[in-house]
């Protein structure tokens, strides 16, 4: 019984002195929670700071965008400046042409009015007194052996052509140009001025020619 009992004590003891020869247990150094804390935060921290970044670049890309969109819009608003400004001057023109049509119009009527009125007079006395006065003319001269006067028709043709030579002359006085021509200019065949030459002919001389001097008288003859 002793026999085993110490056996058994031996053979208990020799794995217990074995067991550190064999292998180290890993002993932590330090506070190994705070690090692992640590390296968890900071992972966090590059996690969140990525999608910052994200979220910074969407807004500067959307801020850009809305620089652009305010400069379009600033630009537009210029545009409609001008487009107004124009709109109103057009407006304005439009607004004298309408004023000027409707005085052009009431000028038109009132000719129209006065053209009737004298035609109306023109007819009137033509087939009135004036038809009776010619036939007593006509008649008295006939009587007299004098041919008839001119028919009314004939006397308007005739004053209408004297009136349109009369400003056919009018029209060419004032289309030529007069007192245009300087001296010393003539025209050309072609229209052209042409210049008369300046200064002393070809051949002609500078210094005027020299006095001759005088002959003297030679001595008289004494008187007897």
Do not use: F
């Not at 996690?47 to 400069?71: C, F, G, M, R, Y």
């Not at 041919?147 to 209408?160: M, R």
């Amino acid at each position: 019984m002793a026999s085993t009992s110490a056996a058994a004590s031996s053979s208990s003891a020799q794995p217990s002195s074995a067991s550190p020869a064999g292998s180290t247990p890993l002993l932590a150094t330090g506070d190994w929670t705070k690090s692992l804390i640590q390296l968890a935060k900071t992972a966090e921290l590059k996690k969140h700071a990525l999608t910052l970044q994200l979220h910074t670049a969407h807004i500067l890309s959307a801020h850009a965008a809305l620089e652009q969109k305010n400069k379009a819009i600033q630009d537009l608003k210029e545009q409609k400046n001008k487009l107004e400004s124009e709109r109103q001057r057009l407006l304005n023109c439009l607004r004298e042409v309408n004023e000027d049509r409707d005085k052009a119009d009431i000028q038109e009527a009132t000719l129209n009015k006065e053209v009737n009125d004298l035609q109306h007079k023109i007819k009137t006395i033509s087939e009135g007194e004036y038809a009776v006065a010619k036939q007593d003319v006509d008649r008295l001269r006939q009587e007299l052996g004098q041919p008839p006067l001119p028919s009314l028709q004939t006397t308007l043709e005739e004053k209408s052509a004297e009136y349109l030579k009369a400003l056919r002359l009018q029209a060419e006085t004032s289309t030529t140009p007069t007192g245009t021509k300087r001296a010393g200019e003539e025209l050309a065949g072609d229209g052209q001025p042409v210049k008369r030459p300046r200064g002393r002919p070809k051949g002609s001389k500078n210094s005027k020619p020299k006095a001759k001097p005088a002959s003297t008288p030679g001595p008289s003859a004494p008187s007897a």
